[in-house]
Nanobody
Framework: QVQLVESGGGLVQAGGSLTLSCTAS????????AGWYRQAPGKQRELVAT???????NYADSVKGRFTISRDIAKNILYLQMNSLKPEDTAVYYC?????????????WGQGTQVTVSS
């Protein structure tokens, strides 16, 4: 059974930093490309950072140079280090595989973690 649990979000001032964590069961980040997604109010969910099986990373232009995705293979945890945060980074952040895990013909998502950046 797949379970993704995100944590580490919070309220931070612009320019601040946060580190998000994602603990996974039922899916191994070692063998799957993984990503961090976010969904801001009124907007579609977007993929902001990916990490493939060979440790290559890719970032959305909006976060490039500020966010870093990484993983702990032994603990099966995915991280997102977020620096120089901007108010437009405010969103609920989700981890998942890339593409997202499919369960019963639908994408599976955890509960996400809220990141709020004040100006």
């Amino acid at each position: 059974q797949v379970q993704l649990v995100e944590s580490g979000g919070g309220l931070v001032q612009a320019g601040g930093s946060l580190t998000l964590s994602c603990t996974a069961s039922g899916v191994a980040f070692m063998f799957n490309a993984a990503g961090w997604y976010r969904q801001a109010p009124g907007k579609q969910r977007e993929l902001v950072a990916t990490l493939n099986r060979w440790s290559s990373t890719n970032y959305a232009d909006s976060v490039k140079g500020r966010f870093t995705i990484s993983r702990d293979i032994a603990k099966n945890i995915l991280y997102l280090q977020m620096n120089s945060l901007k108010p437009e980074d405010t969103a609920v952040y989700y981890c998942n595989t890339d593409p997202p895990v499919r369960l019963r013909s639908s994408d599976y998502w955890g509960q996400g973690t809220q990141v709020t950046v004040s100006s």
